[in-house]
């Protein structure tokens, strides 16, 4: 009895605990969201307002701007380096896994190298060769750069994933008749969704939020939506509740795929569970 | 309808290590051939040969006559029930059973009628839209082999299929299995390192040592007359009990000598032996399994003293450890027909049925007589 | 010299009853085994005499005093557990002079003991050793020891060989057994293989759901079970089990099965308790006290053969007699005579000496 009572309080606390955690780093979140909602008045009043007449303004205006393409710009490029580098990240991944290069790992650990060199050190040799083709200002130059960063790190993530595989899963669907990429399509890969589901995400993410490159390599066309929230910062002044609406409708993407791939992303952190 | 025959296979896993060495084998149609041996003896390396999983560095493999070493495993028209089942955790029982016949170029509803037909068999029907880890290891058991068995393939290889069972399970399991086998008359490979589960499945027993065949032969036959002293010491619980002496010429016959006592070899033993009057002076083994030490509670002539060391009843029988000065033998026999109870530390009288014993060379470890 | 006594011991986690009503001697010097399947207690009733777990309600006696109130610490208990939980930062010498030093023993002390233990389990080359540089054998042996260096009153081991193959459990049950009598040591030792409990125990509790089944030595338990439960879970192959119906037939005690009728002869009468007549039973037979021969004879019962086993020098036979009715059968192959094959037809003779007879309601052994 004792020890349930305790147990309870025990509960009760770590639920007090959890919610204070998750204000502290919600809050800014909802700043920004409440933002831009509010009247120019509003914004800066003092003390801040927290309850307001909420206005549209701030959408309306930032949707006549530049921005509404920018946002698209983003999303198309985004889209499709996720697709390509989770598609041809786990073919490699699932390479590296089950034939594994007589080089040892030297290989993957040059891959890997990739992701860690320092943008600011690639962007202007970047900036040369895609002159030298002619792709400044296009989607595709975005779409192969950040492609070339999230490869990498697709193929050590899943690598990892297909490596838990049993080898017999495999051994057995050979034996049912089963060529070897028909066992990589359809027994191995099914079995790897949880983190192909993880490196959408990340590769999604860190497509979206890129600014470096993405400021060298375009003008108008191809300029995605960092760039142009960087741009709404003139020299007249800042418009704090454009830039929020910006930022809320920025952030309704990444929010909603969370959302569809949420199931997989709580497996994947459960994913030791799979030869059970 | 099928004969799987080995011929020279031979594998070097790199330039040092030989994992198998020159096995040839025959297994006869429908027969139940287990491959036992001690972890690293080549006998899992063996299998994967024949499934295809490895390509031997030289030697054939042949399938009814058909050379497969070279072909696809998915070309072989064999099944295989792993160790770990390889069941996968996204498939519920009757997707595994349909996703083993889709390339069996088979309609849907002749796919349909198959699972029905092996759920009845394998008494599965209950469990079929479960998934693996909603099943007990027993039933998880039984669906890596009907899975394997629906195919109907040419040849069942089977790798360890009762390890992951607890003991009870794994004994009544063990004849199901062995009498599915006869039902089926599917030619069957078996690995195991338990050598009573080969005993008890086998039609066919080939141990396996250090990548080599030891010895092939009926459970009986490896049991009774073991070659060397590795498949003797390696069949049968308690295992047999190893004396060293040396063979010594006397009046009476030859002699088995030991610091500890000498025994007379009577002529149930010696009319075994190849030739006798070489083995004069060698340096030689004597191997007695439990079963065949008798007991006496009081002295006997001929027989030899010793003292209980330790006693373990074991259902009707009586297990005992017996001390003869220094060597430690065991012994076992039905309680009734023994007649007293060896207790701890009590000195008894030894006799050896000699028609059941052996003799091996020491050095080279192959059986004398 | 140190007896314990567990008296109407409950244990309850929470609502749950996991131990009802345990009372269990175990003298001084004795070896006794807990054995059941996962789940029955076993494990429980020794952390209650370890002190790890308290009972509520009931009392555990060591010798004649009651020690319900003190600390799993001080009662000088050495305990061994499947997992061994050895140390793997110290040597095998760290890990047994670790004991003595927590209870602040002097050096000399711990020196001496440590070479005991040494020479006893015969470890000495292995002294400086880290448990991953042993092989499991070895690591048992190591556990052994920890528990043995504090020159426990009492000695509890918790399926201490669990995590060994089985030849080597063979070999390590027999030095076992041999290393506690020598010591001397009051013992209980607790697994779910009723091999090695009936190699092991000088006394055998066989438990289940919970509370105990039976109490006797290895040949009791075997030769007498008290009810279905332990006839079913001791000896392998398992007893078979067969319904029948006590009769009295022109004056004679008969069991009668749909397949045969069988006269008991006096002293099987006898045996049974007088309220045994005209009632519903379970007949138990032992698979090596059936005979299997080609040839019918007086009071045979024919059937085939669904399956047979070589086994060292014994064939284990699974004879149907009809569907889903099957008998094993443990022989001798001298004993046998003939070679048996599958689908063969053969007859079964059953001694009714050797049948054990149970209430078919409420298992209990009729006798």
Not at chain 3, 188 to 194: F, G, K
Request: glycine share 8%; net charge negative.
């Amino acid at each position: 009895m004792n020890s349930d009572t305790r147990e309870t309080i025990r509960k009760v606390l770590l639920f007090i605990l959890t919610i204070l955690i998750t204000l502290v780093f919600f809050l800014p979140l909802l700043w920004v969201v409440m933002s831009s909602f509010k009247t120019r008045l509003d914004l800066f009043a003092i003390p801040p307002k927290w309850i307001f007449t909420p206005t549209l303004e701030n959408y309306i205006g930032i949707l006549e701007s530049d921005f509404k393409q920018q946002l698209l710009n983003s999303l198309i490029i985004a889209a499709f380096s996720t697709v390509y580098s989770v598609t041809l990240g786990s073919l490699a991944a699932y390479g590296f896994s089950r034939y594994p290069p007589k080089s040892g790992n030297f290989i993957l650990f040059w891959i890997l190298s990739l992701r860690m060199l320092p943008v600011i050190a690639v962007v202007v040799p970047f900036y040369l060769v895609f002159r030298a083709l002619g792709l400044l200002d296009t989607h595709l130059a975005l779409v192969l750069v950040y492609s070339i960063f999230n490869i990498s790190f697709t193929i050590w993530l899943l690598k990892g994933f297909f490596d838990e595989i049993p080898l017999e899963f495999e051994e057995a669907a050979k034996l049912e008749g089963y060529s070897p990429f028909e066992v990589f399509s359809r027994v191995s890969l099914p079995l790897t969704r949880p983190g192909l589901a993880a490196a959408a995400m990340f590769c999604l993410i860190q497509s979206l939020n890129e600014f470096l490159i993405a400021l060298a390599l375009t003008t108008r066309v191809a300029e995605t939506a960092p760039v142009g929230l960087a741009k709404l910062q003139t020299f007249l002044g800042t418009d704090w509740g454009r830039i929020s609406a910006a930022a809320t409708l920025f952030m309704i993407p990444v929010v909603f795929f969370t959302i569809l791939i949420r199931n997989e992303l709580i497996r994947g952190m459960s994913f030791g569970q799979l030869k059970g | 309808m099928a004969r799987l025959v080995l011929e020279e296979l031979d594998l070097w896993y790199s330039t040092t290590v030989h994992a198998v060495d020159h096995v040839s084998l025959v297994v006869e149609d429908g027969e139940l051939c287990v491959l036992l041996g001690p972890s690293g003896c080549g006998k899992t390396s063996t299998l994967r040969m024949v499934a295809g999983f490895i390509i031997p560095t030289s030697g054939a493999i042949y399938l009814d006559d058909k050379r497969i070493e070279y072909l696809y495993p998915g070309d072989r028209n064999i099944a295989m029930v792993f160790q770990s089942y390889a069941l996968y955790p996204n498939k519920t029982v009757r997707q595994h059973l349909a996703f083993a016949l889709k390339k069996a170029g088979l309609s849907a509803s002749e796919i349909e009628q198959r699972i029905q037909q092996t759920a009845e068999f394998m008494h599965m029907e209950d469990y079929l839209d479960r998934r693996p880890q909603a099943l007990s290891s027993g039933q998880q058991q039984r669906v890596a082999v009907g899975r394997a068995l629906i195919r109907r393939p040419k040849l069942f290889l089977m790798d360890e299929p009762l390890s992951q069972l607890d003991a009870r399970l794994r004994v009544e399991t063990r004849s199901n299995l062995r009498r599915l086998q006869q039902d089926l008359g599917i030619t069957t490979v078996y690995v195991t390192h338990d050598q009573m589960e080969a005993q008890g499945l086998a039609d066919k027993i080939v141990v396996m040592d250090r990548g080599r065949i030891q010895q092939v032969g009926s459970p009986i036959e490896i049991y009774e007359d073991p070659v060397n002293l590795f498949v003797a010491g390696f069949i049968g619980t308690p295992p047999m009990n190893f004396i060293e002496g040396e063979l010594i010429p006397e009046d009476s016959g030859l002699c088995f000598n030991h610091p500890e006592f000498k025994l007379r070899l009577q002529p149930a033993l010696l009319d075994k032996l190849d030739d006798g009057h070489k083995l004069d002076g060698r340096q030689a083994v004597i191997g007695i399994r439990p079963e065949y030490v008798q007991l006496a509670p009081e002295e006997e002539p001929n027989a030899i003293p010793a003292e209980v060391y330790v006693l373990e009843p074991q259902s009707n029988e009586y297990v005992v450890d017996l001390h003869m000065g220094e060597i430690p033998l065991k012994m076992r026999q039905d309680k009734r027909e023994l007649g007293f109870k060896p207790e701890i530390g009590r000195r008894v009288w030894m006799r050896f049925r000699q028609n059941r014993m052996h003799l091996f060379d020491k050095n080279t470890g192959a059986r004398l007589a | 010299m140190t007896s314990i006594r567990l008296e109407n011991v409950h244990v309850n986690f929470g609502k749950t009853e996991v131990l009802r009503d345990i009372s269990l001697e175990v003298a001084d010097g004795e070896l006794c085994v807990i054995v059941g399947p996962s789940g029955c207690g076993k494990t429980v009733t020794l952390r209650a005499i370890s002190g790890l777990t308290r009972p509520s309600r009931g009392h555990v006696y060591f010798d004649d005093n009651v020690i319900d109130h003190v600390a799993p610490g001080d009662r000088n208990v050495g305990m061994a557990f499947q997992t061994y939980a050895l140390y793997p930062n110290m040597t095998v010498r760290e890990n047994w002079e670790f004991p003595l030093r927590a209870a602040k023993r002097q050096e000399e002390l711990i020196q001496e003991r440590v070479g005991q233990v040494t020479g006893l389990l015969d470890m000495g080359p292995l002294l400086n050793r880290y448990p991953r540089e042993l092989s499991g054998g070895q690591q048992q042996r190591v556990a052994l020891g920890r528990a043995l260096v504090r020159r426990p009153q009492v000695f509890l081991l918790d399926e201490p060989m669990g995590n060994l193959d089985a030849k080597l459990r063979v070999e390590l049950r027999a030095s076992l057994r041999k290393l506690q009598m020598d010591l001397g040591v009051t013992t209980v030792y607790v697994t779910h293989d009723q091999v090695d409990a009936q190699a092991l125990g000088d006394k055998i509790v066989v438990m289940d759901v919970g509370s105990v089944q039976q109490v006797g030595t290895p040949e009791q338990i075997y030769e007498t079970p008290a009810n279905l439960f332990v006839a079913g879970f001791i000896g392998t192959p398992r007893m078979n089990f067969l319904d029948g119906t006590l009769k009295q037939e022109n004056g004679n005690l008969v069991v009668e099965h749909p397949l045969f009728k069988m006269d008991l002869p006096e002293e099987v009468v006898g045996r049974l308790a007088d309220n045994a007549r005209d009632r519903k039973v379970v007949m138990g037979v032992r698979p090596e006290s059936i005979g299997v021969s080609t040839h019918p004879g007086p009071q045979t019962i024919p059937g085939k053969i669904y399956v047979c086993e070589p086994q060292s020098n014994e064939v284990i036979i699974e004879i149907e007699l009809e569907e889903e009715v099957h008998l094993k059968v443990r022989v001798g192959r001298d004993a046998l005579g003939f070679e048996p094959y599958i689908d063969q037809l053969v007859q079964v003779q059953i001694d009714p000496d050797t049948l054990h007879f149970f209430d078919s309601v409420t298992g209990v052994r009729l006798s």
